[in-house]
């Protein structure tokens, strides 16, 4: 019998050459590529591009993905119609799943999918790449509008995919400063090795299902709390806690309720990630932009992160990705419950690079379990129970 190891521990569901992460020295890189040098000197497109393509585009390549992403960014009006029918009380998360799972209905021509170990048709599986990722930001920033009463705005060409999402979410020209911080979070969100999500989108990808299935079932792997609904969490923890100095009272309390703290660990760290240090480095060039002027959120965290290490460090929990990045989007002006669909739009870059990859050499998932329910035995007639 082989040995079950709950939540597949160590257990290696594919092989891929997208993304790597050392947990105990805290380093992430796509392709090769460190993601501190990406947040740093890339740019959302060009990060996309490498994690689709494998390599870091010439201007020549990057012009012609930028445009293709700009001129992709518009919505299908019934997109919008199906929205309004829509509780706005629901989370985003469920209506961005329905959103783009209702896409595929309207690109068709799957044929690569149907038949055979491999898609050969590139170009069918980049235009669908395209078309998912320059969507994903409209369908986000419509629903803020929808859910509200309102038309959306619509997209504008002219701007790059973070500041046009800032647009779309406000209605305002994008101050520069915020949208190059919203394009290093993007970076910084675009992949994580064999995740929660990614793993779904393997598993729904190895049945030949369309990519915009695909992503439907990223989307609802990542709401969770567990995964990608933290963000949300982190800042609703720190509302709760208020101000610095309640920080160690309150952890205390958690602690002792055996509670888990939104934002702190992660199966592969062992040691701060590296994304929550490079998001922490963000929000402080953010405060000194603002002249120091934050509310005390931030501080909040920053000694709630420093309680933790006390407390949680021995057991190897320490500041993950969600911790920094709710802080980061609330004094963007993004309500708490979009933040997951920004994580989102982000991942589904590293979702269809992986989709990519499993399409190139696709053996359906299929594992095994360890039975532990009863032994075969005789159906007893209802009258006889
Ligand atoms: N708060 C308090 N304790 C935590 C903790 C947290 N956020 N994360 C892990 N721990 C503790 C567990 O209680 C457990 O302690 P024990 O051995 O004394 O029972 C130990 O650390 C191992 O935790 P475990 O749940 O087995 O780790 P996992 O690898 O299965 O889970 C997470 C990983 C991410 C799901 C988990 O750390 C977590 O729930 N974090 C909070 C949610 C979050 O921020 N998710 C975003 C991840 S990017």
């Not at 790597?20 to 020295?25: A, F, K, N, P, S």
């Not at 369309?210 to 923890?237: K, Y």
């Not at 701060?272 to 934050?294: F, S, Y």
């Not at 190897?316 to 994580?343: C, H, R, W």
């Amino acid at each position: 019998m082989s040995e079950y190891l709950p939540g597949l521990e160590g257990v290696p569901a594919t092989q891929s050459n997208i993304s790597d992460l050392d947990g105990t020295r805290g380093i992430l890189t796509y392709r090769g590529y460190r993601i501190v040098d990406l947040a740093l000197h890339s740019t959302f497109e060009e990060t996309s591009l490498l994690l689709l393509d494998g390599h870091l585009p010439t201007y020549a390549q990057l012009e012609e993905f930028d445009q293709q992403l700009r001129s992709n960014r518009i919505v299908k009006y019934n997109v919008r119609e199906i929205m309004k029918y829509l509780p706005a009380t629901g989370h985003p998360m469920e209506m961005l799943q329905t959103a783009v799972a209702s896409l595929g209905m309207f690109y068709q021509g799957d044929e690569c999918l149907t038949g055979g170990s491999q898609c050969s048709d590139l170009n069918y599986v980049h235009n669908m790449s395209v078309k998912i990722i320059a969507r994903m930001a409209t369908i986000v920033a419509m629903w803020e509008h929808v859910r509200n009463g309102y038309d959306p705005y619509a997209p504008r060409k002219e701007l790059n995919y973070a500041e046009n999402l800032l647009y779309m979410f406000s209605g305002e020209d994008p101050d520069p400063f915020m949208a190059r911080i919203m394009d290093a979070s993007l970076i910084l969100h675009a992949e994580h090795t064999i995740n929660a999500s990614t793993f779904a989108a393997l598993v729904a990808g190895s049945t030949l299902a369309s990519p915009f299935l695909v992503i439907a079932a990223a989307i609802g792997t990542l709401a969770g709390p567990l995964h990608g609904g933290a963000n949300q969490r982190v800042v609703e923890m720190l509302e709760e806690i208020g101000r610095p100095e309640n920080v160690k009272a309150w952890l205390d309390e958690k602690l002792a309720s055996k509670a888990r703290i939104w934002g702190m660990g992660h199966r592969e760290y062992k040691v701060k990630d590296p994304r929550a240090t490079i998001l922490q480095k963000l929000m402080h060039e953010l405060m000194e932009h603002r002249g120091g002027n934050m509310g005390p959120m931030f501080e909040t965290a920053l000694a709630l992160e420093e309680a933790c290490e006390e407390k949680l460090a021995p057991k190897g929990v320490y500041a993950n990705v969600d911790f920094y990045s709710g802080i980061l989007y609330k004094e963007m002006g993004i309500p708490p419950d979009q933040f997951t669909s920004i994580f989102a739009i982000a991942r589904s870059a590293g979702w269809l690079a992986h989709w990519r990859e499993q399409l190139g050499d696709n053996r359906i998932f299929r594992p095994t379990q360890v039975y532990t329910g009863q032994s075969e035995r005789d159906y007893v007639p209802i009258s006889e129970r």
